[in-house]
């Protein structure tokens, strides 16, 4: 017996079941990746191409602005001997400029009866600049040095040794791929723990620690030419820590 479908028929047909095969297996369902997650930490060692030095200039003059004056010409000295001394211009910032009142505190034979300890009194009108130049060759460093006290830079602070952008890059970079591998053999030791492999890596997440070392601190002159012979840039541990998801087979 022949069963004869109308041919309007068929294509509904059709249609029909291939939408109760769609849903009775259901492709877009697909079975979720098995992943396994890692964190791991890379570093790296180089060594710091800049240093930097903060140097106060100070003037005090009774006349605020003749204080002001000299000090613009203390500085203007300071900023032409380091361009002599081929220093870059955009390495000599001016970090801060302040003026005011200045005060000294009586000795304690002079204080007043009643007074202990003794407040400060003022005594004339000072005007100073604050100035970091930035040192890209160390051979130099005592020249800068001597540049700046023997025009009339009366505190100085550093060096803070640091490494230049370019240089900063590369020690990532290395740090990163340290961090990777670390990562890959963390991961297959804790996938053959569970008898398992791992696969492609699925996601990385990065986080940066980039280390430096802790600056030399210097208030007087002799105490911070003192040093500046003691420079040694040394080396800075530059890190990289990295979240690695593998997927398991």
Avoid at 53 to 65: V, Y
């Amino acid at each position: 017996m022949n069963i004869k479908i109308p041919s309007n028929l068929i294509w509904p047909l059709v249609v029909l079941i291939i939408v109760f095969g769609t849903f009775y297996l259901k492709p877009w369902q697909t079975k979720p990746t098995e992943t396994i997650s890692v964190s791991a930490q890379g570093t790296f060692d180089a060594t710091p191409d800049i240093a930097k030095i903060t140097a106060t200039i100070e003037s005090k003059n009774p006349k605020l602005d003749e204080a002001r004056s000299e000090n613009e010409k203390k500085v203007s000295q300071i900023i032409a001997r380091l361009k002599q001394l081929k220093v870059d211009e955009k390495d000599i910032k001016t970090q801060n400029i302040s003026a005011g009142q200045g005060y000294e505190t009586l000795p304690v034979g002079r204080q007043e009866p009643m007074m202990y300890p003794a407040p400060p009194r003022p005594t004339t009108n000072q005007f100073s600049t604050s100035l970091e130049i930035t040192i890209r060759s160390f051979e130099t460093t005592d020249e800068v040095i001597a540049a700046l006290t023997s025009n009339g830079a009366t505190n100085l602070y550093g060096p803070q040794l640091t490494l230049s952008d370019t240089k900063l890059e590369e020690a990532k970079s290395q740090a990163r791929e340290k961090a990777v591998e670390m990562a890959k053999k963390k991961a297959q030791e804790l996938a053959a723990a569970s008898g398992r492999n791992i696969g492609k890596v699925v996601k990385i997440t990065e986080q940066g620690d980039y280390g430096y070392p802790v600056p030399m601190m210097a208030r007087a002159e002799s105490d911070l030419v003192q040093k500046a012979s003691q420079i040694q840039p040394g080396q800075n541990e530059v890190s990289i820590n990295l979240s690695v998801n593998f997927s398991l087979k």
